[in-house]
Structures are given as C-alpha cells and as structure tokens.
C-alpha cells in the first residue's frame, strides 16, 4: 500500500522510494530504438503530460512509478531531447561522445564515457 501524505489540506498519493540508475551527464542508449543520448535532468516518477504518456501504445506503456530521464539525444540523421523510462535505458558503451548542439552549453568536454555539467549549472 502506497504512503499518503496531506499537503495543503489534500490528500497526495507519494510514489515509492526509487533510485535513478543514471546521472546526469550520463551517456545513455535506448533499449529498443537505439538512440543514444546525454542525461541532463532527472524525474524521480513520471512528470510529463498524460497526453504524452497515451500517445504511446498500451503495451509498450511503461509504468510510471520509475525515474524518467530528459535526454540531449541523436540518432544519426537528428538530434532532440528526448523523455524516457529508466527501464528502457541502458548504459552506452561505444565510448564516443553525443552529437547534440546543446551539449556544448550545457557540459564540459566528453572524458571517460560522460559529460560533467559546467559550473553555471551545477545547484
């Protein structure tokens, strides 16, 4: 059974403990499409549009008790941000760093198979 807590008189329904398997500036791959991408911010539980999440077909619907992670992504012919579940990522290991042009603004040089955050974006 899941906790709740009462926030401003309202019953909210807190997600279950969960742990990111990703960091940001990870360099990531999907599960099934393949694209790889950078990790620049972490969603402890779904937190995009219930539009978004029906567009996706049933069966491949993944729960949304999970971290979902905002990717810089490419897939060889464009580069965009992506949003997905962790457990339809794994970690890339081609060793060769992202082609996104966002990436440069946002992180340091790629070394040793991820980017570090510049210090005008760390909290």
């Keep these: 059974m899941k906790d709740t807590i009462q926030i401003f008189g309202a019953g909210v329904i807190a997600p279950p403990i969960v742990h990111a398997r990703f960091n940001i500036g990870d360099v990531v791959k999907h599960r099934l499409f393949g694209f790889r991408g950078v990790v620049f911010d972490i969603d402890p539980v779904f937190a995009n549009s219930e539009e978004w999440y029906e567009a996706i077909p049933e069966t491949a619907r993944p729960d949304k008790d ?44 790629y070394a040793d198979g991820k980017y570090r955050l510049r210090p005008l974006h760390r909290h």
């Design 66 to 109: 999970q971290p979902f992670y905002h990717l810089l992504a490419e897939n060889g012919e464009s580069s965009y941000v992506a949003y997905v579940s962790q457990q339809n990522l794994v970690t890339d290991d081609s060793d060769e760093p992202v082609d996104h042009p966002a990436i440069t603004g946002m992180f340091g040089p």
